[in-house]
């Protein structure tokens, strides 16, 4: 019942902005159009249920090599967090992925 791709702000059935099927390391990945600098993402759980889906939650970035490192990580479930990747690093690519076998859907993820 959802779309293979789409804009953010787009949003589905309850509120979610996108929804994987089950499967091992789900990822949503944002294209910045260029290399910018990343000083945080903002990411919104979906509001009515299955918090504990969305961890162990790491963030990567990538230039246009689009060679990803970490950046950041959640172990805990949560309503709302903020990453802080150190530094604000430039990147043009950020990769959300929950590791393991999951669905994987978010309410929100804002770049800055």
Do not use: Q
């Amino acid at each position: 019942g959802y779309d293979a791709a789409g804009k953010l702000g787009d949003t589905a059935a309850y509120g979610v902005l996108f929804h994987t099927k089950n499967e091992r390391d789900p990822w949503l990945e944002i294209d910045l159009g260029a290399e910018r600098a990343v000083h945080a993402v903002e990411i919104t759980n979906r509001y009515d249920c299955c918090d504990e889906r969305a961890v162990p939650l790491v963030l990567e970035l990538a230039s246009e090599s689009r060679d990803f490192g970490e950046a950041a990580r959640v172990l805990e479930p949560f309503d709302k967090v903020t990453l802080e990747p150190s530094g604000a690093p430039s990147a043009r690519y950020v990769r959300l992925r929950v590791l393991g076998t999951t669905m994987f859907h978010l309410a929100e993820v804002r770049v800055r």
